[in-house]
Structures are given as C-alpha cells and as structure tokens.
Nanobody, 127 residues
Framework: QVQLVESGGGLVQAGGSLRLSCAPSGRTFRPYAMGWFRQAPGKEREFVGCITWSAGSIYYSDSVKGRFTISKDNAKNTVYLQMNSLKPEDTAVYYC????????????????????WGQGTQVTVSS
C-alpha cells in the first residue's frame, strides 16, 4: 500500500512564500508522475502542476506559472512545491497525487488519472 505524506502548509501573507513536500511511504514506489492539485471552498479540484518521475518533465497550470516551482529529490524520494508571490486566491487545500502509468501531456492534468492521493494540507494566504 502506498501512502503520500504531505507537509508544509500554513498561513502566509500575500506576497509571501511556502514550500510543500510530498513523500510516498510504504512499498517502493516509482510513479509515472507526481502532481499537485488544490481545492478551494466551493470550487472543483484544480490542477496545479506535475513532474514526471524519470524524465523530470514539469507542467504547470497557467494560474501558477512563473510563481510556483515543482522539483524532486530522488535521494529523498520527495517532491516539492515551492510557492512564491502567493495571492489570496491561492488559498486552498493542496493535495499531492501520483499517477502510476503513462499519461499524455494533454491528460496529465486530469485528476481522475491519479491513483494515489495525500491527505491534503491547508494553505491560507491573507491579504
């Protein structure tokens, strides 16, 4: 059984930064990609970005491009979401997720493809 363990959420003022971490625990796990999603109250879950595990290809949603950075540390088996220039509209529960099998560029933002999910961590940006 694979579990994704997230950490790093919190409260920050607009313009500030936070870094989220996500690490799989349990059996040895090499996903095709690890993604980040977020869900604000009353809204649907939204793709933030992802990184493919082997190639390290990274994709972002337009809403975070240029402000958020996804990276991974193979030695620590951990994926990070560095969030800079945070805005109040970034307030949401952020989820780490993993997709086990190949996904096309056009589909990798689809939350339905992801097999494993973290518990979510709250990010609140005050104005």
């Amino acid at each position: 059984q694979v579990q994704l363990v997230e950490s790093g959420g919190g409260l920050v003022q607009a313009g500030g930064s936070l870094r989220l971490s996500c690490a799989p625990s349990g059996r040895t796990f090499r996903p095709y990609a690890m993604g980040w999603f977020r869900q604000a109250p009353g809204k649907e879950r939204e793709f933030v970005g992802c990184i493919t595990w082997s190639a390290g290809s990274i994709y972002y949603s337009d809403s975070v491009k240029g402000r958020f950075t996804i990276s991974k540390d193979n030695a620590k088996n951990t994926v990070y979401l560095q969030m800079n220039s945070l805005k109040p509209e970034d307030t949401a529960v952020y989820y780490c997720a993993a997709v086990s099998t190949f996904a096309t560029i056009g589909s990798i933002s689809n939350s339905g493809l992801y097999d494993y999910w973290g518990q979510g961590t709250q990010v609140t940006v005050s104005s």
